[in-house]
Each structure stands twice: as structure tokens, then as C-alpha cells.
């Protein structure tokens, strides 16, 4: 989230789309209510289903799953050709006026740079035009038509209300009455917030979904407002915290990335990385990206890491293909490739695509080890459970381990939430059995490969005999401990620019403007400094109390980046410093004090005056927000529509005829993947996969309460098509895709009506994910077992909302 | 018998359970009161403060558990509600919340640590010296075997391909960090946790 839970309450309207956070996240939900309620907000939701969420929603209207780009492009051509913008601020926040370069060009669906061999995009277009000075040119008037604001109106002019809606399926009337009501939020003081979640993710084009919702704030002006911002609403209680420590297969802590094979050089891996700004005086934060990266190295690797072995770069591993995401790794494993594999809280049988592949995959290893609370599919991958586990465990010759691990209740430490709030808890009882928490299991296991080293020798063991262990059990790293290694210290004493001391070596860090490149500071994490420094540990504050009556209450818990509540808060000022209205008053610039303040930690330099100029979008080289993404998106610098790669519609009616702009260009399939897609005439029903309100993932079926209110696997689906295959409430389904099926009983509802999509109709299913073969709930089917094996673009994230299925009478 | 309740120790009462809210009905005040005959059955509870583990809202939790945390005293959790100071939740919890106390102590948790040997149709019960020694030995025949020092072309590399991890998003940061600074340090690429699906 840019902006937080509470803040929600804020907002003057509440747009939800790609989410359906009254069922998802019920607590937060209450901060939409309390909008509706006390300010007098309205909300709009738009999803396939009538969702819980939509059953309290002023408007609402139901779209084709996978088509929000078109809705949302539209939206955005209706706002620059009806001059519903906030004008001054995308004038001043945004890049709407720098011009782009010549050769930058879309047709047929495609961005210039296409290769179709290689499925990718050669970017060098895609970028601004610089001036002789270095900086990028610019035109205030907004008319040059190369510059970003008339390129954007060019490329959404396609995406007419006729056509949004032919996409879409909804109709133009609904269309142009909820723009017109997301219009009105162009005027300074008022502010809209757009929650989503994994219905905007799960796609093939999920990130550029994302992007467009981005856009649309910055026309609005509502980005770093109060009741603003883009909010990710994520799916489990410490993703947004693994995700900032960099678990993920090309980042590192702090969103610091892994070098790839080519960047053998550390001083070209610091460059390309340390962004300088595009626009004169900007403050382009990410040149300060190698005192990050050196403290790092100094955190794992001590005295090791030197100025004169480039801080131990080659330790750290290089990537040979772009990513090693999950759909690459099942991709290799079932293919033989892989050897061994860990699970740690994590029930890949259950949770990714295909669900035939990752059997086969798994099958295939020598060793699986599972670290987890609970006996999860994946443990049991190889057990025979009859047609819900249809497997020959003789046939398999995977070694399986299997450590129990504490939960919640047993455990110490910190959570991020959706917020970006870092929470302390602590834990209530010891664990059953020999249960054992991740931390001690982690270091135990790297001790005994250690010694192995030791004794032993082997390949490359320089980081392992090497990697600082200074714990006060070894074998046994405490909570305490390593969150004061993510946040940082001190190594030698740091002193200004007088040469006065401003901290002693040995002190924990305040916060990463302390951190240096020349080794003197070591912090395991940079975003996280500031979380536990020498006034103790900022996570465990518990002071609510919200000063400004704005709910920005700054002494509960801590959230990174240094405890600001809402991202990018200059841009709720005006270009002079002053709020765009009393309602939404959050920082000002005080001249008397010569600094921002007001009721958030200011994301800008404390004392940069306005008349200095820097503009409010500090990570970005150009200080704006970007309408343009340049080279940061792989699949264009504009969202573009493309259909699901299973859809029931055959072509992207944007580009009729156009085979290679149907589904995403950019977007990796394997071979085998895309013969096993369905063709609308054999799998003829939009399906999508979605979370009940009673149960969380694979998880709650294993608790009693939770599988006593929701006990039995069905799934969704509407009274024309349940007329349609001559079923009634009760019977039981077969639903197919080309890859599997699942058997469930049928809930025919109102809640999923047929839409007209061309001239076709088109049907949707809705399928509930949270049974499987173990828990005490009644066992159900794997629903992964329909969906495909394709992701986004980008993030590689799988396309589990969209995809096609046939519906059978058992 | 007359006792002094505080608004916080009502609020905490009243989130408690049935026999606390008929009393509210009844006009029941946070001043001089009378006490319900038994013993109100958190009164020798431990509190403890924790984080809803499923979604991202974050909501506060209280843990309440029995035993004084003294010597050879095991604590038990025997009731969970939410954290009525929390900015967020206010003391609610949701459908999925509210049955937390059922995850603690779910049939489902595992106690030993176990391995199914290739072939078999059933788990053994082994040490955890037993399960982490075979583990780091197949771990470091795997690296030793297959890690990648330089590519073809020459390139320092120094990854390991053929053994992947998967992280878990619920589980703390503090885990998180240090399965990161492991997994990385012995050069495997193919990492990911649920952010990535």
C-alpha cells in the first residue's frame, strides 16, 4: 500500500477492483465503511462475481475477468478528452510534459523493439529524449506530440466506450457513469484510493493492470494524498516483509538486485544502479544505492568484504536467465534438472499452476524437504489419497523430510503488513512436540554445512566459512539479534563534515541516511534501518494516538521507509508547499522552521525549500511520476490490453486479425504450457479462482471452527448456465480444463450472470480454493489442477484469474 | 462480593464471552460492580501480544495462555481475541481470525520430524540430528556436484542451480532474514517466497 489501513477512512470515493477485500481482509474492509459512513465516500466495485464486497457499493458494475486494462485505459482517454485532470499536478508531479524519443512507435498491437523470436522487447526506444545538458527535454505547454501527455492521448483514444464495453462486457451506460464519478475526483481536494489485490496480479498482463490504476492517480492527483495512493492489499501476514527482505530470485534485501552474468565488473553493477538524476536538482534517491550495498556486504561478510576485493561481488551468485521464478524451477525440475528442493511454509502442490506438472516435477527430485506447522499437500505429494491424490507411491523416489516449525503463537518477531507497518509480537507458549522455529532450524542447518566445509573442503566455500555468525547461540539466532543486524550498526565511529562524532561504532543506526560506501556501516537490510536503533526496538511502540485527526497515528509500531504512513506525501502539497485543501491538509512546507512537517514523516529532504524545486517523486530519477515507464516494464511503456492466454474470445478486439497481439507478447510460455491451453470451442467458460470469507488459503481447513462454517468444497455458478447443462443447486460438477479437473458440488447463484462479449456469450465460473487432501475439513480436489502454466510478464506471477474450463453434470 | 473493574479489564471481559456480555445487558457498569460467581476464566491467564498470521491487514491479537511461566510450568493457549488498543482492528477479528485458537491447536500440526524414504508408502520418525544431517549431506553432494563456477564463456557466475527454495510469507521477518542470508550464501538463484504467485 502507498497509503494504510486506516487512512482509507480519508478517501472521498473507493474504487475496488481486482479485489474483494470485505471477504479477503474484513478488518480493513471496516476502514471503507467508516469512509461511507463518516465521509460521506462512496464505493464503486467492478469484478466478475457480486461480491460481499459489491453488496454494500453505491455503484458497481461487472467486467469480463482479465479486461480491467481496457476499462481502465478508457477511463483514462475519457479523462484527458474531457480535461478532467488535476492539472498542476501533472504538469509539476508527473513526466506529462518531457518528450519522448523519435523512434519510440506502437502499432499492431506491438512497441517498437519487437523481436517474436524471442518473445522480448529491445527497450532502447522507450525512453525520453535528452537535451544537450543531460537532462530530458521538455515541453510545459503539453502540445509537442512526442511529449508523454499527447503520446498517452494517442494511444487510449483506441479505447472507446463502444470498444471498452465490447471488451468488458459491461455496458456503455454503466461505463460512462462510473467514469464520470471517478472524473469528479480530479479536483484538488478530493481524493479517491483504488484497492486490488491478487485479481489484478494473477495475470499475464497483472503488472501492467497495476500500472494503469497508477496512471489514472496521477491524472487525479491522488497519489501521496490522504484517502489516495495505490493499495496493494497482499495476501498473507508477512509477504510485504519477505518481499522488502528480498526473497525472491533476483532480489536482495531492500530491493537491491542480484547482478546477471554480463555485469562481471562491480563498478559498471554499482553504476547502472546508482540513478542520477534525468532532471536537473532532482533528488533521484537511488544514487546512494551502493552505501546500501556495501553495508550489506559488511553485515555478511565482516572483515572479509574490502574495498579491495569490491566488498566480495563475486560471492554473491549471478543470474544466467532473467529470473529463476517458480514457473522457470518447475519448468527445469520437471524436466530432471533439479536435485533437491525446500518448502518452508509454502504448499507449491496446492498453490501453483498446473497441478499434473508439479507432481510430475516433484516426482523427479532426490530430495524435498518440507518446514512447516502443518502436513500440507506437498508433504504428502506422494501419498496415494484416491482420485484426490491419484499417485503410485511406489513410482516415486523422492526422499521426503519433513520439520515441524512453530507458528505464530510460538514465535518472536516481526510481521509487515499490508501498510508497511513492521509489528512486534512475541510468543504465548512453546511449540508441540519437537516442533522448532525457522530461525533455529535455519542456523542449524547452515552450521552442520559448515562444518561439513571444514572438514571436508569443497566447491567455492569461501562465502559459507566466511558468512559473519555472531550469535550468542549459534545454533539458535534470537529474534532480537537479527532484527538488529537487518537494521544496521555502526562499525567505526561516523562523523560529519566538522569532523564531530555523530555516532560511536558499535550504535545501532537511526536511520539509512547514516549508511556509508566506504564500509564503515553495516545494515542487513537499509529500507528496515531505523527499525531498532539505540532508543531500543521501534516495532514494539504501542502509543495510538493520532495527533492531526488524520488516523495517522506515527507511534504505533514503525513502518518503513523511516516510519512515513503515506509514500510520496510531498506531492499532497501544492508546488508552493501548501495543502491542495484544508480536508486534505498532511505535510506543508513552514517557512518559519525552514522544513516540512505536519502529520507524516515527510518522504522528501525535511529542509528543501519549494523554491528549490525538487519535485515530490524521489526514487525517480526525473523527481515525477512516471505515465511513461520507459525501460522499467518488459511488455511496454504504455498498458496495453491483451486476452488472457485462455480466453473465450478468440481474438483481442482491439487488434482483430492480429495473432501475435492476442495475448501478451512479452509474456514467457514453454512450450509444452501452450499445447496445453484449451480453445474456447472445447473449454468454453471464463473461469477464475478466488478466497472465502471463513477460510485463509490451504491453511484454515486444517482448523476446526473454520471447517465447521465452510466444511465443503463448490463452486459458483450462474442460473443461465446451470439451466444451460440441466443442473440445480446440490448436484455435483465436473469442471475441466485441458490440464485437470476438479468434482465439486454446484452453487447456482445470481451472483454470476452471462455477459455479451462481441457476439458470443460468455459464462463465468467461480472456483473456491481452499480444500485439498489433508486438514479436517471434507477432502476436496486441488483446484490448481485447472489452471495454466503461464505468468505475467513481468513478475512471472501465474495467471490463476483467467482462465477457461467446461462445466459437466456428474 | 463488590470489586473494582477499570474500563480496560471491562472491555477485556466483555470480549470474553457469553456470561460477560448478558451482564453488559443488564447495565452493567466499569465502576464498583458485582463479581459473577466463578472465576472469570482469564483473570490467571498470561497475556500475550501477537499479529493475526493470515492476511496483511495486521490485526491485533491477544494470546491468552495458562501457566505462570515459572519452572517446569508448560504455558497452554486457551483463548485469543483481538487487541481492543489496536489502531487498525479495535479489538475485531474476522471469520478466519476468530478461529486462530483452532490453528494453534489443530490435528494437523506436526510434532517430530519425519521422512518418507524413496519408494515408500509411509513416514519414519527420525532426530532432528538424524533429519538435518541427512539433509546438509544431500545439500552439500548436490552443490559440490553441480554448483557453477564460470559459464561457458567464462563468466564469474558462482551459483547453484539444481537445489531451490521456497520461503515462507508468514513466516517473521527474522526468518526471513536469515533464511535469505543462508540460501544466498551457498549460491542458489532459483529462491522465491508467495509474492512471486
Redesign the interface.
Known amino acids: 500500500m502507498t497509503n494504510h ?2 487512512d482509507i477512512r480519508n478517501a472521498n470515493l473507493i474504487l475496488s477492483m481486482g479485489g474483494n477485500s470485505a471477504e ?5 474492509f ?2 471503507v465503511t467508516e469512509a461511507i459512513e463518516h465521509n460521506k465516500a462512496e464505493l464503486i466495485t467492478i469484478d466478475p462475481r457480486f461480491t460481499r464486497t459489491g453488496a454494500v457499493a453505491q455503484d458497481k458494475a461487472f467486467i469480463r475477468t482479465g479486461t480491467d486494462i481496457a476499462f481502465l485505459g478508457g477511463l483514462i482517454s475519457y479523462l484527458i478528452e474531457t480535461d478532467q485532470i488535476q492539472r498542476e499536478y501533472v504538469l509539476n508531479y508527473t513526466d506529462a510534459a518531457l518528450i519522448v524519443r523519435e523512434d519510440y512507435g506502437f502499432e499492431d498491437g506491438l512497441f517498437s523493439g519487437y523481436d517474436e523470436s524471442t518473445r522480448s522487447y529491445d527497450k532502447q526506444s522507450w525512453m525520453y529524449e535528452m537535451g544537450d545538458d543531460g537532462f530530458a527535454r521538455r515541453d510545459a505547454s503539453l502540445q509537442n506530440p512526442r511529449c508523454v501527455y499527447q503520446l498517452l492521448r494517442e494511444h487510449y483514444s483506441r479505447y472507446t466506450p463502444d470498444m471498452v464495453s465490447s471488451i468488458t462486457g459491461i455496458t456503455v451506460d454503466n461505463i460512462q457513469r462510473i467514469w464520470k464519478k471517478i472524473a469528479a475526483m480530479a479536483v484538488p481536494d478530493k481524493t479517491m484510493t483504488i484497492l486490488y489485490a491478487l485479481g489484478w496480479t ?1 495475470h499475464s498482463i497483472g503488472s501492467q493492470i497495476i500500472r494503469t490504476a497508477a496512471m489514472v492517480q496521477l491524472l487525479l492527483g491522488n497519489m501521496g494524498m490522504p484517502g489516495g495512493g495505490v493499495n496493494a ?17 533476483q532480489l ?2 531492500g530491493y537491491m538486485t ?1 547482478a546477471n ?2 555485469e ?1 565488473d562491480y563498478r559498471a553493477y554499482i553504476d547502472k544502479r546508482t540513478k542520477q538524476p534525468t532532471v536537473e536538482g532532482q533528488v533521484s534517491y537511488w544514487k546512494n544505492y551502493e552505501k546500501f550495498h556495501v553495508s550489506l556486504m559488511k553485515t ?1 561478510y565482516g572483515d572479509a568484504a574490502n574495498e579491495g576485493n569490491d566488498w566480495c561481488f ?7 536467465r532473467p529470473l ?3 514457473l ?2 518447475f519448468e ?2 520437471s524436466k530432471g ?10 504448499n ?1 502442490l496446492a ?2 499452476p498446473n497441478r499434473a506438472k508439479v507432481t510430475r516435477a516433484l516426482s523427479s527430485l ?2 524435498l ?1 518440507v ?5 500440507t499437500e506437498t508433504s504428502e505429494f ?3 489419497y484416491g482420485e484426490y491424490n491419484d499417485v503410485d ?13 512453530c ?3 510460538e ?9 508497511r ?3 512486534w ?6 511449540p ?8 533455529r ?6 552450521l ?2 559448515k562444518q ?2 571444514q572438514a ?1 573442503g ?3 566455500p569461501d ?2 566459512l566466511n ?1 559473519t555468525w555472531d550469535y550468542r547461540i549459534p545454533a539458535d ?1 534470537k ?1 532480537d539479534e ?2 538488529r ?2 537494521n544496521g550498526r555502526a562499525l567505526e565511529d561516523l562523523t560529519d563534515e566538522q569532523g564531530n562524532v555523530t555516532r560511536r561504532a558499535g550504535e545501532q543506526l537511526a536511520g539509512f541516511a547514516e549508511l556509508t560506501a566506504d564500509g564503515r556501516t553495516a545494515s ?2 537499509w529500507i ?1 534501518t531505523g527499525c531498532w536503533t539505540e532508543a531500543g526496538n521501534q516495532m514494539a511502540n ?1 502509543d ?1 494516538s ?1 495527533p492531526y485527526g488524520t ?1 495517522n ?1 506515527l507511534g ?1 509500531a514503525w513502518a518503513w521507509p523511516m516510519n512515513r504512513r503515506i509514500l510520496y506525501n510531498r506531492a499532497s502539497a501544492d508546488v508552493q508547499g501548501r495543502p491542495w485543501g484544508p480536508e486534505k491538509a498532511f505535510i506543508w512546507w513552514d517557512g518559519e522552521q525552514g522544513a516540512w512537517v505536519g502529520a507524516d514523516v515527510p518522504d522528501f529532504p525535511t529542509n528543501s525549500p519549494p523554491s528549490q524545486g525538487q519535485m515530490p517523486f524521489i526514487m525517480q530519477p526525473e523527481g515525477v511520476g512516471h505515465l511513461f515507464a520507459g525501460q522499467s516494464m518488459v511488455d511496454g511503456p504504455f498498458p496495453e490490453h491483451y486476452e488472457p492466454f485462455e480466453s473465450p474470445v478468440p481474438q483481442n478486439l482491439l487488434h482483430p486479425g492480429k495473432e501475435r497481439a492476442r495475448n501478451n507478447p512479452a509474456a514467457r510460455i514453454f512450450d509444452e504450457d501452450r499445447e496445453a491451453l484449451g480453445k474456447p470451442e472445447e473449454f468454453p467458460h471464463a473461469a477464475t479462482t478466488y478466497r472465502l ?4 488459503h490451504f ?2 481447513k ?5 471447517a465447521i ?1 465452510q466444511p465443503q468444497q463448490f463452486v459458483e455458478i450462474g442460473e443461465a448456465l446451470a439451466s444451460e447443462i440441466g443442473i440445480v443447486a446440490g448436484d455435483w460438477v465436473k469442471v475441466s480444463s485441458k490440464r485437470g479437473f476438479i468434482k465439486a458440488v454446484a452453487v447456482v447463484t445470481k451472483r454470476l450472470r452471462p455477459m455479451m462479449i462481441g457476439d458470443r456469450q460468455v459464462h463465468h465460473v467461480g472456483i473456491p480454493l481452499h480444500w485439498g487432501f ?3 475439513a471434507k477432502k476436496g480436489y486441488l483446484v490448481n489442477a485447472l489452471t495454466p502454466f503461464v505468468g505475467d510478464a513481468n ?4 495467471e ?1 484469474k483467467s482462465f477457461t474450463v467446461r462445466v459437466d453434470k456428474v | 462480593m463488590s470489586i473494582n473493574v477499570t474500563r480496560r479489564q471491562f472491555f477485556k471481559l466483555g470480549g470474553a464471552g457469553l456470561a460477560s456480555s448478558s451482564l453488559a445487558m443488564m447495565g452493567f457498569a466499569p465502576e464498583p460492580a458485582e463479581a459473577s460467581i466463578r472465576q472469570f476464566k482469564l483473570t490467571h491467564a498470561k497475556e500475550t501480544r501477537n499479529t493475526c498470521t493470515y492476511c496483511s491487514v495486521g490485526c491485533g491479537i491477544l494470546i491468552y495462555s495458562k501457566g505462570d511461566g515459572s519452572k517446569n510450568v508448560e504455558q497452554n493457549v486457551f483463548h485469543i481475541e483481538g487487541d481492543p488498543d489496536h489502531p487498525v482492528s479495535r479489538g475485531s477479528l474476522c471469520p478466519k481470525g476468530a478461529g486462530l485458537l483452532d490453528f494453534v491447536h489443530s490435528k494437523g500440526r506436526l510434532e517430530y520430524p519425519q521422512v518418507r524414504e524413496a519408494g515408500s508408502s509411509e513416514w519414519t520418525r527420525i532426530s532432528w540430528d538424524e533429519a538435518l544431517n541427512r539433509i546438509a549431506r544431500h545439500m552439500k553432494d548436490d552443490r559440490d556436484a553441480n554448483f557453477v563456477q564460470r559459464t561457458a564463456q567464462g563468466e564469474t557466475v558462482n551459483h547453484w542451480t539444481t537445489t531451490g527454495f521456497l520461503a515462507a510469507s508468514g513466516s517473521s521477518n527474522e526468518a526471513g532474514y536469515i533464511t535469505h542470508k543462508v540460501v544466498r550464501n551457498l549460491g542458489m538463484v532459483a529462491f522465491d517466497n508467495q509474492a512471486r504467485v
Not at chain 1, 534438472?337 to 509454502?346: A, P, R, S, T
Not at chain 1, 523416489?397 to 519433513?402: H, I, K, P
Not at chain 1, 532450524?441 to 547452515?446: N, T, V, Y
Open positions: 489501513w486506516v479477503a481482509h474484513p478488518v480493513g471496516r476502514w494473477q492489499l497482499r495476501g498473507h501476514s508477512n509477504i510485504q516483509g519477505l518481499t522488502d527482505l528480498g526473497l525472491l530470485s536482495l534485501p542480484l552474468a554480463k562481471q555478511w563475486d560471492w554473491l551468485p549471478k543470474l544466467e529463476y521464478d517458480i522457470d524451477t527445469r525440475m534438472e533439479l536435485n533437491g528442493y525446500f518448502c518452508q511454509g509454502f507449491p498453490s501453483f532426490k530430495y524437504v518446514m512447516d506447522p502443518l502436513n506422494w501419498k496415494n507411491s511406489s513410482q516415486i523416489g523422492t526422499e521426503v523430510f519433513r520439520l515441524p516449525t507458528c505464530f503463537a514465535d518472536e518477531g516481526s510481521i509487515v503488513n499490508s501498510a507497518w513492521l509489528q509480537h512475541w510468543a504465548a507458549a512453546p508441540p512436540g519437537d516442533s522448532r522455529p525457522d530461525t532450524i535455519m542456523g542449524e542447518l547452515f552442520k554445512l561439513l566445509y571436508e569443497g566447491v567455492f562465502p559459507i558468512l539466532p529474534a537479527l532484527a543486524e537487518f542487513g537490510c528496515f504501542r495510538n493520532d488516523g497515528t504505533w470469507t471463513e477460510h485463509f491453511w484454515t486444517h482448523a476446526e471452527l473454520n462454517v489433508t486438514g479436517v513478475t512471472q506471477t501465474p490463476y
